[in-house]
């Protein structure tokens, strides 16, 4: 398939080598912990997928689903239209994101699981666009690549629910 408004930012190969890192790394530090990572539902839902397969240390996998996005653009008003399922008391909880762009989901996300007497929480995002960060108490633990002020999709990321299939991580142009 070929898409003129499509330019590759990250390769297919240069995103497998860099989730293969983070899962070395979290398996590292997640050692003999409880740990429950928690898939931001739906753009993470393939960096999760491959993590997990290279994860070295057993581990839970649950769900939620938030929004804040109209277009291109973050709305600001975050919805949780599904919390996680299982409980989380006593978890190490990882949460799994595709991007961090304003910090307003991740914000959201993590005021609502403080509440909820986890053991730890921390926040693991593929890619993290800080220069649009308007909420700076957001702070990744772990990021896969930092990237530029630019609209992507690929490896999970849409643009109005379109390109979540294609394996490079790419630029759409306007
Ligand atoms: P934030 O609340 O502004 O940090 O936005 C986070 C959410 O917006 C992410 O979980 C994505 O679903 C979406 N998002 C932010 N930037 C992009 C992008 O460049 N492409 C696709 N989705 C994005
Ligand atoms: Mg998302």
Not at 66 to 73: D, L, N, R, V
Not at 83 to 97: C, V, Y
Not at 148 to 171: A, H, Q
């Amino acid at each position: 398939m070929r898409d003129d408004r499509l330019e590759v930012l990250l390769s297919r190969e240069q995103v497998a080598e860099r989730v293969l890192e983070l899962a070395d790394t979290i398996s590292r530090d997640y050692e003999g912990k409880n740990l429950l990572l928690i898939c931001v539902l739906k753009g993470a839902v393939i960096f999760a997928a491959d993590l997990i397969r290279h994860m070295r240390i057993p581990l839970e996998l649950d769900f939620v689903a938030a929004s804040s996005y109209q277009g291109q653009s973050s709305s600001g008003d975050v919805k949780l239209s599904r919390g996680p399922s299982g409980t989380l008391r006593g978890k190490d909880i990882l949460i799994i994101e595709d991007i961090i762009d304003t910090g307003l989901t991740c914000r959201s996300l993590i005021d609502h699981f403080a509440e909820h007497k986890a053991s730890s929480l921390r926040l693991c995002t593929l890619l993290d666009k800080p220069s649009e960060r308007r909420n700076e108490s957001v702070q990744p633990d772990y990021v896969g690549f930092t990237i530029p002020d630019k609209f992507v999709v690929g490896y999970g990321l849409d643009y109005e629910e379109k390109y979540r299939e294609l394996r490079d991580i790419c630029v759409l142009k306007a």
